[in-house]
C-alpha cells in the first residue's frame, strides 16, 4: 500500500529519479560536484524525446526554421559584444562570520541564511564560467562557456543565410548545452551549473515584434499543455518590470510553473530588439533585395530549459494512487513505450513466444522485456517509469496468437491479435 501524502514534494521525484534511473548525482561516488547531476538509462529517453519533439515541431514542421548545432566555446570577443562579460552577473553577498556566499536577491532576510551572521554589501558577481584554452594559462588564454546557446545565431546568422537564402520573418533554431557560474544552484536540476537549452531566434522587421511576440507566447502555451502535457493551472505568464529584464531585453514574458518548492521560471520569452546584431556586425547583415536596402532584423527569443522541462513534466505526471505510484508521462514522452512479459518465467515456450513479440515490436517502439516476479508487480514497476502498455504472453496466446494488453492509466485489459498489435500501438502511441 502506498502512503498517501497531500501534493508532491522534490524528495519523492528525487528519490524515484534515484530509485529508477531516471537522474543521479553526479560524479556521487567521490561525494558528488555542487549540484551536478546525470541522466540515466530511463532520464536520457525522456530527455531525447522532448529535444526530438521539440525540433520536429519547431524546425521539421516549419517553413520559416533551420537549425544550427555551435561549438560551446566562443572568440571571448563574442561576449565582449553581446554585453555578457560586462553585464551577466547576480548581487552576490558573503557573510562576515561563516563566509558564506549567497544571491542577494533570493535571500529572506538580511542576515546569513547559514549562521544568522551580518552579511556585507552586495557586489556584482559575473556567471560566466572561465577556463584556458591552449597549452599556456595567461590572461590571453581565457575562453568562456557559452552562458546561453543564442549568441550563436548572431554572430552565424550571415553564414546562414548566404547558404540557404531566407527571408525575413524566419528563425535559427538550436539545442545545447550552457554554462553559469550561478552562486547558488538548487532545487535538484532545477538550477544548476551545467544545463542545456532549446532557442530560438527569430528575426523580423522591427515593426512586426508585438505581432511576433503574440505568435510565440501562444506557440509556448500549446507546448506546454499539449506536447509536455502540462495543465493550465500550473502555468503562470509573469511581464518582466522595467529594470529587472536582462540587458538586452526590451519586454520579457517568464513563463512560472508551479513546482513543488514553489512558482518558478520555467521559460522565457524576450524581445531583443536589434541589440545582438548591431553588436556583432558594423554593417547591416540583411539585404532588403525589393527595397534595395539593408537593415538590421530585429528578434524575438524564446527559450526553454530542457532541464526544467524534464523536471516539470516529472513534477506533472507523478501520482500515488491505493496500490502503486505512477508516472503519468504523455505516451510519447515516455521512456519505455511497451513492456513484454511472459506470464510464467519457468515456461520456456512462453519465454520463447514472449521474445518474439519483444523482438518485433522493437522494429518500431522503444521496448522492455522484463521476466522477473509475478505480472502484478511487474505491471507496478512498469507504472512507476511510466510505461503506458504492458503486453503479455499467456498459454492462450500460444493458441491463438494474441496478447493481453493492459493500458497504464486505466488498468484496464484487453486482449489482441499479434498481427494487429503493432497498428494499434501506432494509434495509441501518437
Ligand atoms: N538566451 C536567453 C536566456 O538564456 P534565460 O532566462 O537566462 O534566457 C533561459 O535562460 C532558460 O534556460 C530559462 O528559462 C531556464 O529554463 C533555463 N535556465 C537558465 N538558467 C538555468 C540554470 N542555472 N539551470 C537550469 N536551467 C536554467
Redesign the pocket.
Known amino acids: 500500500m502506498v502512503k498517501k501524502e497531500e501534493g508532491n514534494s522534490i524528495e519523492k521525484i528525487v528519490s524515484l529519479c534515484k530509485r529508477r534511473g531516471f537522474i543521479f548525482p553526479g560524479s556521487e561516488i567521490y561525494g558528488g560536484l555542487a549540484n551536478s547531476f546525470d541522466y540515466g538509462p530511463l532520464g536520457v529517453e525522456l530527455k531525447n524525446n522532448i529535444k526530438n519533439a521539440w525540433w520536429k515541431r519547431f524546425v521539421h514542421q516549419r517553413d520559416d526554421m533551420v537549425g544550427i548545432d555551435a561549438a560551446l566555446i566562443m572568440n571571448p570577443k563574442v561576449w565582449e559584444s553581446s554585453g555578457h562579460l560586462k553585464n551577466f552577473s547576480d548581487p552576490l553577498v558573503e557573510c562576515k562570520k561563516c563566509h558564506h556566499r549567497f544571491r542577494e536577491d533570493q535571500l529572506e532576510s538580511k542576515n546569513c541564511p547559514d549562521c544568522k551572521g551580518e552579511l556585507m554589501s552586495a557586489k556584482q558577481f559575473n556567471l560566466m564560467l572561465k577556463t584556458f584554452l591552449g597549452p599556456v594559462e595567461n590572461d590571453e588564454s581565457i575562453v568562456y562557456f557559452r552562458?546561453?546557446?543564442?549568441q550563436a545565431m548572431f554572430v552565424d546568422f550571415k553564414n546562414v543565410l548566404d547558404t540557404t537564402r531566407r527571408k525575413l520573418p524566419f528563425g535559427i533554431a538550436q539545442i545545447g548545452k550552457?554554462f553559469?557560474n550561478?552562486i547558488t544552484?538548487g532545487n535538484f536540476?532545477?538550477?544548476?551549473?551545467e544545463?542545456?537549452?532549446m532557442?530560438i531566434e527569430y528575426f523580423i522587421k522591427e515593426e512586426e515584434w508585438e505581432k511576433v511576440f503574440e505568435m510565440w507566447r501562444k506557440e509556448m502555451q500549446l507546448w506546454m499543455t499539449d506536447v509536455l502535457g502540462l495543465k493550465e493551472k500550473d502555468i503562470h505568464e509573469l511581464d518582466i518590470p522595467d529594470g529587472e529584464r536582462?540587458h538586452y531585453s526590451k519586454k520579457t514574458i517568464?513563463f512560472e510553473y508551479d513546482f513543488p518548492f514553489g512558482r518558478k521560471?520555467?521559460?522565457?520569452l524576450?524581445y531583443r530588439t536589434d541589440f545582438d546584431l548591431k553588436n556583432h556586425f558594423k554593417e547591416a547583415p540583411y539585404e532588403n533585395i525589393e527595397l534595395k536596402e539593408k537593415l538590421y532584423p530585429h528578434v524575438v527569443?524564446p527559450?526553454?530549459?530542457v532541464?526544467?522541462?524534464v523536471l516539470a513534466v516529472l513534477c506533472n505526471a507523478y501520482a500515488e494512487e491505493d496500490e502503486r505510484i505512477v508516472l503519468k508521462l504523455k505516451p510519447s514522452l515516455a521512456p519505455y513505450k511497451i513492456a513484454v512479459f511472459p506470464l510464467l518465467k519457468n515456461k520456456p515456450e512462453l519465454v520463447e513466444k514472449a521474445k518474439e513479440v519483444y523482438k518485433m515490436l522493437k522494429k518500431d517502439f522503444v521496448v522492455i522485456f522484463d521476466e522477473r516476479g509475478n505480472i502484478g508487480k511487474r505491471y507496478y514497476s512498469q507504472d512507476e517509469i511510466g510505461t503506458p502498455f504492458c503486453v503479455t504472453i499467456d498459454f492462450d496466446s500460444l493458441e491463438k496468437n494474441d496478447v493481453t494488453i493492459r493500458d497504464r492509466d486505466t488498468m484496464k485489459q484487453e486482449r489482441i491479435k499479434i498481427e494487429d498489435l503493432v497498428l494499434f500501438l501506432n494509434n495509441k502511441l501518437q
Open positions: 552562458p546561453e546557446t543564442a550552457a553559469r550561478e544552484p536540476i532545477f538550477r544548476t551549473r544545463f542545456e537549452q532557442e536582462a517568464d521560471e520555467l521559460y522565457g524576450a527569443e527559450t526553454w530549459g532541464d526544467r522541462s
